[in-house]
């Protein structure tokens, strides 16, 4: 739940969502920690939809610690009484040190962290939820982390930088694009993002465009949401191709998404 929240209005009447930096001697692997806190009690549950980034998080929960892999659905966390989570949002590529084979293998997969990081996994997760403070429950997680001992990869900051271009540059829809500029062929770059990130560059871009038109969407409202304007900001062919990629990911259009962010 590190980002992506859709509806983010209304989900901040049910739930706090605060983000914090990696230590320095992380920042090469981690994007940010997240922690969530929330109390429903006396109120109904509440199902949260997120739209997934392409990144790895690793999150401890009160049913242990867990590595959730690249989601390529909308990914739907239901939260009923009191309770927390800290999760680390890995930069893209940036778990690949810490997994022993190709990430693309933990797409749409939540699997225990004990798989990856051993015993000790399941003992920071007791710390980390026996944990008063946000800075407390990420120091333990970071403990984790180096006790791992990951060794620095310069293809973990190639691909994170590719990420960063995609999401950063509008204009670039096409991995030819992205190959010529990167000086990578198209075949070493899907490899690159295959082995590092998890999912395609064709899918980083679809996925990117689409947080920015929920983005947009929902900050207009439905009344002044223009779609015609939107899909020519984010390089749709035209609205109709705009509809049809947000209601095929996202289940509803961008005027529907738009008023139930009200």
Request: proline share 8%; glycine share 10%.
């Given at each position: ?16 969502l605060s ?44 049913s ?27 930069r ?22 004990a ?5 000790a ?24 982390l ?66 920015e038109a ?6 207009d ?22 509809t ?12 529907r ?6």
């Amino acid at each position: 739940m590190g980002a992506g929240v859709l509806h983010a209005g209304a989900a901040a009447a049910r739930f706090t969502l605060s983000r914090c930096p990696p230590p320095d001697d992380l920042a090469l692997f981690v994007d940010f920690c997240w922690v969530i806190r929330w109390d429903l009690r006396g109120r109904p549950p509440h199902e949260q939809q997120i739209l997934p980034h392409p990144n790895v998080n690793l999150a401890f929960e009160a049913s242990g610690p867990w590595v959730y892999g690249v989601d390529r659905r909308i990914f739907t966390r239901r939260l009923s009484a009191a309770g927390k989570a800290l999760g680390i949002r890995f930069r893209p590529g940036g778990f690949r040190p810490f997994h022993a084979r190709p990430i693309v293998g933990l797409n749409d997969r939540v699997v225990p962290a004990a798989r990856v990081f051993g015993p000790a996994a399941d003992e920071a997760g007791t710390v980390v939820m026996a944990a008063g403070s946000d800075g407390e429950m990420a120091a333990a997680a970071a403990g984790l982390l180096r006790s791992f001992g990951p060794a620095a990869d310069p293809a973990v900051e190639q691909a994170a930088g590719l990420v960063k271009r995609i999401t950063e540059d509008p204009g670039l829809q096409r991995v030819a694009q992205l190959a010529e500029m990167s000086g990578l062929s198209e075949r070493k770059l899907q490899r690159l993002f295959s082995d590092y990130v998890g999912v395609s560059p064709k899918w980083v871009m679809r996925r990117a465009r689409l947080h920015e038109a929920a983005l947009r969407a929902e900050a207009d409202g439905p009344a002044s949401v223009n779609r015609a304007a939107l899909a020519a900001d984010l390089g749709y062919a035209d609205q109709a191709h705009l509809t049809r990629d947000f209601t095929a990911t996202l289940g509803v259009p961008p005027t529907r998404y738009a008023a139930g962010s009200q």
